[in-house]
Structure formats: C-alpha cells, structure tokens
C-alpha cells in the first residue's frame, strides 16, 4: 500500500509539474497551435539551430518610441516581408544579438496578409527592440532576421509601476508598495483627505533580490524567459489612519517622478459597519491564464464603482514559475484592482513549491524542499522561485510566519490564513498556530471566522480520486475548525467553483463549516466530472469571482460568472 501511494503521488505530481507551462509571455499576446514550430526550434539543444545567421535587415515602424507602463506601441511594415506561416515578432532586450532569434521575451505569429500589430507594454526598466523573423530555405530551415524596430525605451525608467496595497498589523496601519528601477532616491508617500492637498508624507523602505536568492531551476538562470532583473521594491508604511475613511495618496520621489493620484478607504475599527470583499484563487496572467482578463476588468469595475473593502487571493498568483518578467506583468495587471484596496495573498504551489535548495526557503521550513510527505502531490510547481519573490513583492500582518500564515481583522470579519504548501498536521508548528489564533478570536468584536488556504479540504470533482492531501487536511484541521466554530473555509487550486452545505465530517450539520472552492479566476477551467457527493450544494466550471459582505448578524456570499457579470450562486449564514 506505501508503495502504491508513493507511485500514485509521483505521477500525479509529474502530470501538476507540466499543466501550466509558461507558453504565454509577459506582454499580454495569446500562443496558439502555430507558435508550435517556434517553441520546438527554442527547445532545440544548443549548436542545433538556436541562432539564427545575418541577412538583410528591414525596418520595422513603431508609433513611439518611448512608453509608458500599460501604453499601447504599433509595430508596421510593408506586407508582405516574406510568406511563411510561422513567422513572428518578437521583443527583445535591446543587447540581445540580433542572431540570437529564441531569445525574446515574448512573441505574437503573423500572417502573409498583416501589416501591423499593437503590443500592450510593460515598463521592464530596460532598452528594448521589435524583431521580425522568418525561416530560410522555403519554411523549412532557421529563422533569421527579417526586421528590426528603432530601440524603445520607458518614459521614465523609474516610474512607480505595480502600485498595491495591504494591511499592516494594526487597523490603523496601511502598507503602500511600488517598484521603480533605482534604490537612490528615499521612497515616499504623499496622501491626504482630498485629491488637491496630499499634506501627509511618510518614507519607506527599499528591497530588491536576485537570481541566487532562490532556491532551484529557472528562477536562479539570467535570461528573457527566467530571471531578469526585478527593479526596486519599494514599501511605506502609514500610520494612525483614521477607520471607514478615504484617502488621497500618491508614490515616487521628486528626483524620479511621481505616479498618479488613487484612493483607498481604510478598513473600519467598528465591528457592528458592513464590510465588502473579493475572494478568488488560480488568477494568473492574461492571456496565458485564459480567464484572467475578464477577472480583472469585472473585479476591476467593482472596486471603482462600489465600496469594496478588500481582496482576498487565496494563492497561485502570477504562476510566472521562474520567468521574472510575468512578475512585472501580472503585478502591472492588478494594479488597477490593487492599488485601490488591499490585496491580501495566501501562498499555493505555484509560488513556493521546490525540491532543492531548502537552505534559501523564506519559511523556514526543514529540509532541501520543505514539506513534501510521500502521500502529497507536491511537485517542482513554482520553477524553483520558492516564494522568494512573493515574499520582496507582497506584504501581511507580522503575526504568523510571514505570508505563509497570517491572520487579520475586517470588520466583523477575522480572516486566518494557512499554508496547505507546509506541514499542517496536529505536530507542526503551523498547526499550534492556528489553534493559538483560533482559540485567541474574541467573536464579540468579530462574530464571523473566515480560514483561507490554498489546496481543497473538500471537493467533489473525480480527476484525483485518491487525493491523499485532501484526506489529511480533513483528518489534521477539520475537527479544529469545527471546534472553533469557523464559519467558511476557502480554497483554490482546482480551477472550478463548488460550495458544500454546512458540514462536518461528511456530513451535512446545521452547525457546521461552509466550504468553498474559488478556482475559477482565471487558469485553464477544469472539465472533469463529479462525483454526486451529498455534501456538495452547487459546483460548476466557468470562470468567475465571488464577492461577500458581513456584518455582526449576516454573511452573505455571491458567486458571480464573468461571461454576465451575473449571480449564479449565493447563500447566507446567520449569528
């Protein structure tokens, strides 16, 4: 039987290793079955066609040749350059030898009859370059340059880019973050009550990380599709904020320049307000993440015209798996959502998961690739990153272990977070933890108990009839949630929806836990079956994102499809 189940968690860890694999880049293009010749030329071993040779090069016309982040550039050309199927443009580190075709940062196929195409940019803080490349020799042979773009570069290699907020310790504390491409200026902070007068300002600090900070694989190689340079991470921290109120606030320097005015409203101190949230897993970046930009534009809509309190994305968040530059793409994509409320991560597979270099693994956890029990599924999923990223990017209350547990309060809300990428049974220190935060709830000032981790204590879909991580987060934490009286636990990692009744060991209680799968954010939606377990209400596969609201005697929860914008499930809980 220990062989069988090891057997079983290794193939079932080699098919989660390959599922989601970078075929998308950074820059928003979508890879379809044509780009096929192109990705199996850049798989070639090296010496067996991985440069191209010289020939005579055109020229490729682009509408600016300066940007800013989130600016649209259209390429032109005279059409046709040449006629192969399979030929593409591509954008490159300007320092890239133009022989070297394979090394772009992302690339979009272009047929016979086009002429032009717009490319979304990102500020990657670096020269850059369009490339045109065709094969030789009838279609058949390697690619070679056909044109280039003049070289582009950012407006303002520091502009605060990737603007995102989150909770501090205190209700009255608020974390700001930006990224810009130098460490010499002071980072700040301007706010205040309205628009016109920011009479507030506050300094913060500055981080950064390398290659070799990481653990293993992709994320330790320098290159377009592994690591690149990730600028400056810069974080304020504001202080003695005012509950339920709005304020002004702006980031930069005035030696580097300054970002736009946005708004955020503090979370309120009183628990008998109503507070609003966004809940989603498995968003990922759009387009490789097909779902996501949908996501984004109705999550998005919301919070700029409703009085959303805060977002909570129970893990797998970029997947970006070793390429650094989705990093800046998928933190350039939330920041429309994220530099207006809190954005509040819990850690998945996709950031941390690792089987070597334990030594640099920002938890703490023992051994070469943490916790990796021989009846779980825990594969090579975050392409060696090992959350170290997440950890320079993100920030959380300090009353856990960094971003990997947490806890904080919303009102009427108390939100735990745990980590389902690290050991979780009745030993471990995550677990003592838990209880302790558990038993330390004082449900007078917050009535309503909301955990959040990453992979499903329940779910009914078939694809993985013996999840064996699924059996022991019901036997190591359900009791302890139920003893506590938690009131919903939500997860992610399954990319679908499905909500139980209130249970407790499979079984429907009137006092019992509400479980709630919330994958469906944007990767590849699930298409398997289900079982037909009595314990699940609703389930379904779309993509979508779910919104509640609570106050001292009501939670009311609502599932919304992105296809409509509309309500497809819903239930409430009553104190």
């Known amino acids: 039987m220990k062989q069988a189940i090891v057997l079983w968690a290794f193939l079932v860890s080699f098919v989660t290793a390959g599922k989601h694999l970078n075929a998308n880049g950074p820059f928003g293009k979508r890879h379809k079955d044509d780009d096929e010749l192109i990705r199996r030329e850049c798989k070639r071993p090296p010496g067996e066609a991985s440069s191209s040779r010289i020939i005579v090069v055109a020229s490729l016309n682009v509408s600016s040749t300066i940007y800013s982040s989130n600016e649209l550039i259209t390429i032109t050309w005279s059409s046709p350059l040449t006629t192969c199927h399979d030929d593409y443009i591509g954008i490159y580190f300007a320092e890239i030898p133009i022989t070297s075709a394979c090394s772009y940062f992302d690339n979009e196929v272009v047929n016979n009859t086009q002429s032009s195409t717009s490319w ?38 520091n502009e605060p880019t990737q603007i995102h907020l989150a909770y501090g310790d205190r209700a009255d504390q608020m974390f700001v973050s930006y990224v810009t491409n130098s460490s010499q200026c002071i980072p700040q902070c301007q706010y205040g009550l309205i628009p016109s007068v920011l009479n507030f300002r506050q300094n913060g600090t500055t981080t950064t990380y390398t290659a070799s900070d990481m653990c293993e694989g992709k994320a330790n190689k320098w290159g377009p599709r592994t690591f690149i340079d990730p600028g400056y991470m810069h974080t304020i921290l504001l202080e003695d904020l005012r509950p339920s109120t709005t304020y002004y606030y702006r980031v930069g320097s005035d030696e580097h320049g300054w970002s736009s005015i946005y708004s955020f409203t503090n979370r309120p101190a009183n628990e008998n307000e109503t507070v609003y949230m966004i809940a989603y897993g498995d968003m990922g970046l759009a387009p490789y993440a097909p779902g996501s930009k949908f996501t984004t534009g109705r999550v998005t809509a919301r919070v700029t015209s409703f009085n959303i309190t805060c977002l909570l994305h129970i893990g797998d968040i970029s997947y970006a798996r070793g390429f650094g530059a989705q990093w800046d793409a998928f933190m350039t994509q939330i920041e429309p959502i994220a530099a207006r409320i809190p954005y509040m991560v819990a850690i998945g597979n996709h950031e941390y998961d690792h089987v070597l270099g334990g030594d640099k693994d920002p938890s703490g956890a023992p051994g070469p690739g943490g916790f990796r029990p021989e009846w779980g599924n825990y594969a090579y999923d975050s392409g060696g990153e090992c959350a170290v990223p997440m950890i320079h990017r993100f920030h959380s209350p300090s009353n856990g272990n960094s971003l990997f547990w947490y806890s904080f309060d919303v009102g009427p809300v108390h939100i735990i977070y745990y980590s389902t990428e690290h050991d979780f049974r009745h030993t471990s220190p995550q677990y003592a933890w838990l209880e302790q935060d558990l038993r330390s709830v004082d449900r007078s000032r917050t009535p309503w108990i909301i955990v959040g981790s990453h992979r499903p204590m329940y779910a009914s879909e078939t694809d993985e ?18 003893k506590y009286h938690v009131d919903v636990n939500l997860f992610a990692h399954k990319h679908s929806y499905e909500r139980t009744c209130p249970m407790f060991q499979q079984k429907c209680v009137s006092d019992g836990i509400t479980h709630v799968l919330i994958g469906m954010a944007g990767q590849d939606i699930d298409s398997g079956q289900y079982s037909g377990a009595a314990w699940s209400i609703y389930h379904d596969q779309e993509y979508g994102y779910s919104q509640l609201w609570a106050n001292r005697t009501y939670l009311y929860f609502s599932y919304y499809h992105n296809s409509d914008d509309m309500i497809a499930d819903q239930f409430t809980l009553e104190k």
């Open 465 to 482: 009839p013996y999840d064996f991580t699924k059996i022991i987060l019901q036997l190591s934490l359900e009791s302890l949630f139920y």
């Open 120 to 157: 979304r940019m990102i500020n990657l803080r670096c020269p850059l370059e369009f490339r045109y490349f065709s094969r030789e020799y009838n279609c058949s042979g390697n690619y070679s340059i056909i044109a280039r773009s003049p070289v582009i570069q950012p407006r303002n290699y």
